[in-house]
């Protein structure tokens, strides 16, 4: 069998496909270990049900095997249109849901997050749907002003960033919660399940600062690297287009996070708002810029 | 797939539609020059010399200023299409005309102009005195260097004997600031010349 | 102020002092300016404060200069108002600008006493032990046979190898590790002000234009070549680097089959220039590729079609001949513009139509169905009259002043032609003549010199080195203390203290205990845990 490009775009489709299978498999086995979990809470701590863990255990496995499929389709894709497979919409928003993926299961590593899953999950599987079915773009070449090495830097580090955000926004998400049950509960008012089931808030809490300390010199990188190709294609390093306007936003919602951190009172829940504005932020960069804002990013194409 | 050469296209315009509302003015819509010339006149000590100026003309032949040494020489820079040129052409024309018995010449800079347009510009306003074509007048702009008016068509410089910037008139001239501007840039020569 | 715990402002220099009351106000206003929460508050503002220039059109923004107008024409009552609160200027409005000026007032008082904190902290030794250590993080103790000194001089040497400040002080050793940390912060908040530094000296000094160049075209890099022009405050105008160039060709080329047909796949500028009064050279100025001559850059930013017309009037003289820029209107390059002959005679003459590169004609009328010239044609109507171009009022080379014009007619109905290249449009009552010779190709330039952007660039990747340091750096301290043991022998105590919200590594304090006791593990530790 010849692989052509034709051959290796439809590989890349079949992959991305089997990968949404996958996670929509996925996702039900971290639902139902959620529900399990949940049903499982008591009052003190969650204490892990053992078919509850089993159906989690499941879920991860198969998480793995959707982000290997998510990744097989990225690298079919890349070969497809011989570069970097994040030149139009469609395929940042495939690379940024393999980050997501990716950075999830590596901090599902070293810290008991696994009632992150089904967010993330979810997350990337609307990314995903979202691609094949609105943004979609045949592979092909990449318009002249796109063909730069600083594409492979400047989006790279954006998508990382991206991804570690992402799994940031979900633990400061859940931190919300947790912690809000926690007060309810030293108050004696009536308790959430759900939040009952969550990990510690302080654990939360400290998975969320170390994404988001992990994830800002590289989102800062990337918007440095973003000024250096500006410069390179437009004659400035900064102008003020839409996608540098909320590239800049985000990353000063996520400074005042890290600054209201270290701010007596503002600790915790005040600062998790900044964190989670700084993700809307990236949002609305990553879509609402490039669907409603005509800029000179624009021909990032749908 | 058209949105994505339909936003380069869109983008081409719209740095082609500021291109509209300053191409036709970069000399006149920015400020006084408008509708009058600004006046520079350069002391004796302060004038620096203008590099050699060579081009084609539009009738052919080639111009080079070192021909013109120890004369007093007028640049303007002009172009058909700019409408304050036309306003001043008659003025041009008529100074050109009184300042030749003093050994005065009239060179002018065609610039973002065509050859035919020019011409037929030189036709309708009677303009005898040659002119540098826009082909080649980008060295000459270049020449003048740091003495070049900064904004542009029209203008008109006043070289002096000794091939040094003596004056300039940004935006278009009057006949009585010309007039004036030449005759004492000539006169003022008088005493060493005789 | 990136995250850490080393006291705030607000919490060392509290208490009032004897400073008169009139000081009272002012370092009361000082204090709270400079506290972090201020700083949370001015960080929050300016990014709310930067989302209105995404949203509204701005003057001054590259992908659409016309948008500001655009936006007026279409909200005539509301835009003045917008404009009023610099709503189409947001990023050099007096709002924007104030928070940000704040900002780094606040951040620079906080950062200055802060470099002086950490200056006296790098001179001085790490402090005492608490003199409980049981409450520190990790804290362990056991007791040895071991003499004290020697237990001492083991914990030193280990620390001092792990890259720990170290003193030894009576009995105890205390070491601090992460100055670095403290650095990098440092590093990032002042490198922000060398960042606007660098941005001020390029809108100072720099200058910024634009010059659409039809091929064949020349251009000298003097102002009045320029489209659009726009200088700084301090800009050399008479000083512009001396060169001039000529666009020889624009080469474009479209993807023809597949997916994504009509999409360009070049753009290729071949200009040979001339630097001074140098050599001419040839070079390709293609997206991303300027050309730079000592740093003044060229950018090919955007194209069009540039028909090569020739007009000849009523006596048949040639009064017009060249290439006439026409602006795109749509991806597939339908374009629009006008030719003027302000000289033809007897009466002047002007044209104004369409330009489509592969034309076509559908029910809504002439379109072109693709980029490329393949089948290119002039749409174009006449007129007669006066251009209005004597009485020395400034106009566009896009637009034509009808006022004084009258459109050629044909039996009432205004006189249009489709030409295709080498036709001719013969105006009734031989009032003139156009050819269509042949199509041309005009390239955009940005052209920017920037002389601040080095020193914002190195700005930048000071940042960048500042904040990784700042956020994964781990400042924490270590404390050994031996004390004479009840039975004879030595009593050892171990702990560690983080000053950084993260917890320091968690082997560190492990290797410490396994330095000074040996590989060997007694089961007796005894180890506690933190209260």
Redesign the interface.
Known sequence: MIFNEQTWAELSNGFVYSAIAVYALAMLMYAAETAGRVAGADTVAARPHARSALLGAFGTSLTVLAFLLNLGGVVARGLAASRVPWGNMYEFVLVCALAAGGAYLAFLSKRPIRAFGVWIVAIVLLALGLAVTVLYAPAGELVPVLNSYWLVIHVAAAIVGGGVFTVGAVATGLFLVRRRQERRMSAGVARDRYAASLPAAQTLEQVAHTAHIFAFPIWTFAVIAGAIWAENSWGRYWGWDPKETWAFITWVFYAAYLHAQSTAGWRGVRASWFALAGYAAFLFNFFGVNLWITGLHSYAGV | ?????????????????????????????GGPT??DGVVEVIADEDRAPV?PIKGELLDGKRFDSSALAGQVVVYN?WG?????C??EAPTLKQVSEESESLGVRFVGIN??D????AR??E??YGIEYPSIT??????A??AF?????????P?TMVVDTQGRLAARIIG?ADYTTLSTLVSDVVEEQEPSDD | MTETEIAKPEETSAGRTSTPPSWGWLRWVWRNLTSMRTAVILLALLALAAIPGSLFPQRNVASDPAAVMQYTQDHPRLAPWLDRLGMFDVYASPWFAAVYVLLLVSMTGCVLPRSRRLWQSVRSAPPAAPRNLARMEDHQSWETADEPAQVLATATAHLRRKRFRVVTEGNEVRAERGYLREVGNLAFHLSLLALLVGIAAGKLIGFEGRVAIAEGGTFANDRSQYDAFTPSAWTDIDDLEPLSFRLEEFDVSYQTSGPNLGQPSEFAARVAYRSGSGEERSTTVKPNHPLNVNETKFFLTGNGYAPLVTVRDGRGEVVFTGPVLFLPLDGNYASDGVIKAPDAQPTQLAFEGLFLPTADVGPQGPYSRFPDALDPQLFLTAYTGDLGLGDGVPQSVFTLDKDQLTQVKVDGQPFSQALSVGETMRLPGGQGTLTFDGVSRFANFQVAYDPGKEITLVAAIVMLMGLTASLGIRRRRIWVRVTPADGGGSRIEVAGYSLTRREPPPAEIADLVTAIRGPVIDASTSKDSPA
């Open positions: 797939m058209s949105s994505r050469t339909g936003a380069w296209a869109r983008r081409t315009a719209g740095l082609a539609v500021l291109v509209v509302a300053l191409t036709a003015c970069t000399a006149d819509r408008a509708t590099k820079v058909s299409w700019c409408a304050p036309r306003t610039v973002r065509n050859d035919a347009a037929a510009f036709d309708s826009t082909g080649t007048s980008g060295q702009l270049l260097g740091a003495a070049l008016p900064p904004s542009a068509v203008s278009p």
